[in-house]
């Protein structure tokens, strides 16, 4: 069956089972990698088409999110699998969801260490929005003005990864995942977290018991040689604030605890100054500032610099752009991003996306990434 057709039927199938009302998208991103390696390929075409759906079940409401991703010539991009896919009753004031489902806990704009509900589809990017759906039984409530969340997820959920040699790729295949937990992927996580807001303070405290998203890398030496992700179990706190002003915002999260009878710590501290209708046109621009400290042994660097620049055209069509940059704190590494989008005619979306890693020094993480530098174009379709 084609990759389209397959869309299709799927599509299909969901409307005609429940009926309900569905949304969607389909995009087009085309990359180009300027450094890229004999081994692997300077160009790549992904397609992803993504259905959201919504129906009145009696007393439930199901909600999915169906993704379906198709890439030219990396394989560990392919995915057909529901990102969401739950039931939702509320009894009195406490709302229960049961099925895959996914959530975000943060504040900062670089990195979110506290955000630990769902695992990264790091196969699809660095965006936060590219999260795994997990089976899990979810509650959330208000307790006075805040509101209190509680989740237990039955199963873990193994992070995607690019093809061997892809971009970014470990140039070796990845083996089947193994785990501090003797019940490996079987071993539940639990996690709860209360948000709230004194004055212009917005925080949430959180706690997690389960399995590290983020896995450590073994090589194992066998013919051929092959990485094999290793997921440690892990407990923390975690802390969010968010001090809002007139034209300012204070960020801070912070995450501590231990990781295989490690103790560890991470935050993340920042600022983001905006400036209104700037050279007295319509454009807003916001200046940011974020410092990441992490020592956790998957950390790539423990500590890291991040200032960047968003403008917002505030125009008919959302025009955005955000450029970042990021150096460790012996500027020996750097990485610059700049994103860029735009609304189009008749429900078309066009993004642009540039990510480019430099470093001189071998043994350091971004020079094995130097060749992964990239730049995409999107063309989205939204209905």
């Known amino acids: 069956m084609g990759y389209f057709a397959k869309i ?4 299909l199938l969901l409307a005609i089972q429940v009926q309900a009302e569905t949304s969607g998208s389909m995009e087009i991103t085309g990359s180009y990698f300027p450094k890229s390696l004999d081994a692997s390929f300077d160009t790549n075409i992904t397609a992803e088409a993504k259905v959201i759906g919504y129906e009145e079940l009696d007393d439930f409401q199901l909600e999915y999110e169906i993704v379906i991703r198709k890439s030219l010539n990396d394989n560990g991009k392919d995915i057909i699998e529901p990102r969401q896919l739950f039931l939702s009753k509320t009894f009195g004031d406490i709302d229960v969801y049961l099925g895959y489902r996914h959530t975000f806990w943060g504040v900062a704009e670089s990195r979110n260490v506290v955000d630990l509900i769902n695992q990264q589809d790091m196969a699809a990017g660095m965006s936060p929005d590219n999260k795994l759906g997990a089976p899990s039984i979810s509650i959330e409530t208000y307790l006075g003005s805040g509101e209190l969340q509680y989740w237990y997820i039955s199963r873990f959920r193994e992070r995607t990864f690019n093809d061997t040699n892809a971009h970014p790729g470990f140039g070796m295949p990845v083996s089947s995942a193994q785990f501090a937990h003797a019940k490996g992927a079987e071993a539940s996580d639990q996690a709860l977290r209360y948000a709230n807001s004194i004055g212009d303070i917005d925080y949430a405290l959180s706690i997690f018991d ?15 040689p092959t990485i094999a992700p290793y997921y440690e179990r892990m407990r923390s706190v975690g802390l969010e604030l968010q001090y809002t002003g007139e034209s300012i915002l204070y960020k801070f999260e912070g995450l501590t605890g231990t990781q295989s009878g490690k103790d560890f710590d991470a935050l993340v501290l920042g600022t983001e100054k905006t400036v209104y209708t700037i050279f007295e046109t319509q454009w807003d621009m916001g200046v940011l500032f974020e410092y990441k400290y992490d020592d956790r042994a998957q950390a790539l660097i423990d500590r890291t610099i991040v200032s960047g620049v968003r403008l917002t055209a505030n125009d008919e069509f959302d025009t955005n752009f955000l450029v970042l940059y990021t150096v460790d704190d012996a500027f020996s590494q750097s990485l610059f991003g700049l994103e860029a989008s735009r609304r189009l005619r008749n429900g078309m979306t066009l993004d642009i996306n540039y990510l480019l890693y430099q470093s001189d020094i071998q043994n350091l993480p971004f020079y094995s990434l130097v060749d992964d530098s990239e730049l995409s174009l999107t063309l989205g379709y939204y209905f």
């Open 210 to 224: 389960g399995t590290a998203r983020e896995p450590l890398f073994i090589v194992q030496e066998l013919d051929p």
């Open 8 to 11: 299709s039927g799927i599509w």
